[in-house]
């Protein structure tokens, strides 16, 4: 393997457990999301457009569909010679195997295949979060600034900062303090979860972490505060842009529906910065006589003969005559019948919707409709 | 599985869609919003498990290139065979006509250790089952196969049809080429299957006695000779020759019955990816009875139209009965009725580009 100046580890194993029953089979990053993408693609993408070219995946719950999704990588232009897109599963050795315990030991149990590339720099990021960045320009930040690590930071409203991890700074943005979150913030720059590392400080700490009986194994609470502790040089890096952890219905739903203003603040057809997906195949969206769609994301291979508003339709979803859909997200191939009416819903894939059914409500919640159960969540 | 390579011939393409084929060939012509035309034969070839297919052409091929890039898109980007392009070789021209073509190529069919020859076009919207065809052929016991369909469109126009007639047993006992065709009459798709050796001796036949000019000659001159079996083609299938059928073909896509036997019922339609967005309605959008492509932005009003990727349509703009073409720009208030935009055309606000009755076409890149 030739040297990479920047390795990525993709951290994408995580249940989503506040996701109810999306992510019975599938994990949290191949939830679908915005019409056309899985979660995981606004990483990806942004690995890709950024130029890093090397990115190890950790998988664990439920893989199967994630794994497919990935492929070799070539939706993302990840199949490379040298580098490309790894998946990389817990494994047994020699002497025995384990589940990866935290996100440290994720990537701690998986430094052979850094190692091979032999980097100067480790980028972590998760698969959860929805945002477009440059990492490359977080990696001048991190060399300008001589930095032993950089944590991607985002200013967060203040009464949501106790959600958060929080990185309290100097006056030369170097983090003095890391609370992961504090009851009483002292500042609202919350961490992103995106960290670049020196890989040789980065395997130094990881190393001594898993020696560590009592360590959670993970970089917010272990990893960061050890660095910090010792006077490592550790660098906040604020991003402005929008950046949302779509953990919950709620959220996802938001998430959503920010893509339908007139201005999003997401722009998701920006030539210079293409969200790759895995590509359904098919023909365009037909919208009928009858039918009524605004304000709306509406992907090819759906056939529309009712109202849609202020909602998300994925690929190959049918709307009958008469059906109504309002601030919902119809996620792929959703049959809906006709005389319908959904609303403030998000309708699981394959989900068929008979004739004349009324699903969701306007009484502000938000209801999942998966699996042939429906479950209300406050919105 | 008997091995079966595939060739689009695009040899004799006429260039009868004026400005939509002034630059690029037939089969790169656009079509229902995200297609070329050549993508319905090649994924249908894909779809058989044809893994080795060439596509012959004469000129102006830069866009069709562009289009087919590796084959990825149609999984014919193998190190077992694959996707050949096969533009003239720089050799002495022995004939004028496709029959040059398959000669310059005669090493492709020998080294492709085929047993079939699955030869097709570019310019058919359709979705044919060649397996289907590979069956019956053997059933049969023909020696050739083609494939023809009774013509029901009362508007095809030029004389550069190919008509066959059978006997009781299916079975072509003659095929006029270059006529045309009155409705009723069996239309040659220029589709056939032969097992390859036959195909070899036919073209070194040709070309070595200076007979014929073409294959479909050539075919049509041996009918005494060889078992010919007509298959009759049951699906539906274009017969594009003039922007006039152009534009009502593409009409067509509007009927979901035809979109669904030809995305859905056999196998599907591969095109080149683009990665745009899906569509976006605003809230003034109004859109009806269109098929609408990816990455479009839509504030005005849509009516009876196609549109392709990427197009943006302003506050107050109406479109009606017209097909646009890729990343065009209509601006806000703009009117566009019965026309056929090309690629890239941008549409000042407030202008207006309409047309009575014939649809009107404007070149590639036109700023109005």
């Not at chain 1, 106790?162 to 990185?167: A, V």
């Not at chain 1, 006709?338 to 502000?364: K, Q």
């Not at chain 2, 029959?99 to 570019?122: A, D, P």
């Not at chain 2, 479909?216 to 594009?240: C, M, S």
Request: charged share 20%; hydrophobic share 35%; net charge negative.
């Amino acid at each position: 393997m030739s040297r990479k100046r920047c390795v990525a580890m993709l951290l994408a194993g995580g249940q989503g457990t506040r996701l109810g029953k999306l992510t019975t089979r599938l994990a949290k990053p191949a939830v679908p999301f915005g019409g056309k993408y899985r979660i995981i693609d606004f990483t990806l993408s942004n690995c890709s457009n950024s130029g890093i070219d090397t990115v190890g995946v950790l998988t664990q719950y439920q893989p199967y569909i994630l794994n497919s999704y990935i492929g070799i990588g070539s939706s993302w232009d990840l199949d490379r010679k040298n580098g490309g897109v790894s998946v990389l599963p817990p494994y047994m050795g020699q002497k025995g195997g384990e589940w990866y315990r935290g996100t440290a030991n994720a990537i701690y149990q998986n430094m052979y295949y850094i190692r091979q590339y032999d980097p100067e720099y480790v980028l972590v990021i998760s698969g959860d979060h929805i945002y477009k960045m440059d990492y490359s320009e977080m990696l001048d930040y991190h060399e300008q600034h001589d930095a032993d690590a950089t944590i991607g930071v985002l200013e967060v409203p203040w009464n949501e900062a106790s959600r958060f991890g929080i990185m309290n700074t100097d006056d030369e943005d170097r983090i003095v303090e890391f609370q992961e979150k504090p009851a009483e913030p002292k500042t609202n720059l919350a961490s992103m979860g995106i960290y670049i590392f020196n890989w040789k400080a980065l395997e130094k700490y990881l190393t001594e972490d898993e020696q560590n009986p009592d360590s959670s194994n993970d970089f917010g609470k272990d990893i960061i505060p050890a660095m910090i502790e010792d006077e490592k040089n550790v660098f906040a890096y604020s991003f402005n842009g929008y950046w949302k952890d779509v953990g919950t219905l709620q959220s996802l739903w938001e998430a959503n529906m920010d893509l339908l203003d007139d201005d999003p603040a997401l722009i998701l057809n920006d030539p210079a910065w293409k969200i790759y997906s895995v590509n359904p195949n098919q023909p365009p969206q037909y919208i009928a006589p009858q039918a009524k769609v605004t304000r709306s994301l509406v992907n090819e291979g759906c056939v529309v003969y009712g109202d849609v508003y202020r909602s998300v339709l994925f690929y190959g979803v049918h709307v009958g005559l008469g059906s109504t859909i309002r601030n919902s997200i119809i996620m792929p191939n959703v049959k809906i019948g006709a005389n319908v009416t959904i609303e403030n819903a998000i309708v699981e894939s394959g989900t068929v919707v008979e004739d004349g059914m009324t699903l969701g409500s306007s009484d502000g919640s938000i209801s999942l409709i998966a699996d042939g159960e429906i479950v209300s969540v406050p919105k | 599985m008997k091995k079966v390579v595939g060739v689009i011939n695009l040899v004799d393409e006429k260039n009868t869609l004026s400005e939509l084929t002034n630059h690029r060939s037939f089969a790169s012509v656009p079509f229902a919003g995200r297609y070329r035309l050549i993508d319905f034969s090649l994924s249908n070839l894909t779809n058989a498990g044809v893994n080795t297919v060439a596509v012959f052409t004469r000129e102006k091929y830069r866009s069709l290139f562009d289009h087919l890039g590796s084959g990825r898109e149609w999984d014919l980007d193998r190190h077992q065979g694959g996707l050949f392009f096969q533009p003239p070789a720089d050799e002495e021209r022995r004939s004028t006509g496709d029959i040059q073509s398959f000669y310059e190529n005669l090493s492709f069919f020998k080294r492709s250790l085929s047993h079939y020859v699955v030869v097709t076009n570019g310019q058919l919207v359709w979705n044919v089952d060649f397996d289907q065809i590979i069956e019956e052929h053997e059933a049969e016991n023909a020696d050739i196969t083609v494939v023809y369909k009774p013509c029901d469109d009362p508007y095809t126009s030029g004389s550069h049809y190919n008509v066959l007639y059978t006997n009781d047993d299916e079975r072509v006992d003659r095929l006029n080429l270059g006529v045309e065709p009155l409705p009723g009459d069996n239309v040659f798709l220029n589709t056939f299957l032969m097992k390859s050796s036959l195909l070899i001796s036919l073209v070194e036949e040709s070309i070595e006695n200076g007979k014929h000019e073409s294959i479909n000659e050539a075919i049509a001159a041996n009918l005494d000779r060889y078992h010919v079996h007509a298959h009759h083609f049951g699906g539906y299938v274009t017969f594009i020759d003039s922007i006039e059928s152009y534009y009502r073909y593409s009409m067509e896509m509007l009927d979901p019955n035809v979109t669904q036997e030809l995305f859905y019922n056999t196998g599907p339609i591969y095109t080149k990816v683009k990665h745009e967005s899906p569509a976006k309605y605003l809230e003034s959008s109004s859109v009806s009875n269109s098929l609408i492509a990816n990455g479009c932005t839509i504030s005005g009003t849509v009516e009876n139209s196609i549109l392709f990727r990427g197009i943006r349509v302003g506050k107050g703009a109406v479109i009606r009965n017209s097909i646009i073409m890729q990343k065009c720009e209509i601006g806000e208030g703009a009117v566009i009725e019965n026309v056929i935009l090309d690629k890239d055309v941008s549409v000042s606000p407030n202008e207006s580009v309409t047309s009575e009755d014939q649809p009107r076409v404007i070149a590639k890149s036109t700023v109005i």
